[in-house]
């Protein structure tokens, strides 16, 4: 194996972790009856790694600070808000964001904070929690 090889290795196992360990230790049969395990207590999962300053997770929306002026309708560049001009305030999907936070950049009255959730994975993109100001 060549020198920079074996440096990479090395390097590689001595870094911090920047991404989540799988949750369990082995993979389970069944994933439903891990997840029960896991809620009794009988299962431990690994814990998640600390998140890195500024993350971007799920969006969170101030609905009464918006004035509805639509420049983060402009910047979004996945069509994830929608304006609701009955209400001059937007709606936002979660399941088309690409967490880029350009809304959040541009917004004159800072409705829009990218927060550390993460763990939205669903069956149903249009679920209560799915959408922002339905
Ligand atoms: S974070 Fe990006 S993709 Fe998501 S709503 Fe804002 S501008 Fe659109
Ligand atoms: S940029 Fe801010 S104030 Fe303007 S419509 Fe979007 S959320 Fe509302």
Not at 121 to 131: E, N, R, T, V
Request: charged content about 20%.
């Amino acid at each position: 194996m060549p020198t920079s090889t074996i440096y990479t290795l090395i390097k590689q196992l001595l870094t911090k972790k920047a991404t989540n360990p799988f949750p369990v230790k082995y993979t389970p049969n069944n994933m439903h009856a891990a997840a029960s395990l896991i809620e009794s207590g009988d299962l431990t999962i690994n814990p998640p790694v600390e998140l890195p300053p500024d993350f971007r997770g799920k969006l969170s929306y101030d609905v009464d600070a918006c004035i509805g002026c639509q420049l983060c309708l402009k910047v979004c560049p996945a069509e994830a808000l929608v304006f609701k001009s009955e209400e001059r305030k937007v709606k936002h999907y979660v399941s088309r964001c690409t967490f880029c936070a350009q809304c959040a950049n541009i917004c004159p009255k800072d409705c829009f904070e990218m927060t550390e959730e993460f763990l939205i994975a669903g069956l149903d993109k249009y679920s209560d929690d799915m959408i922002l100001n339905p």
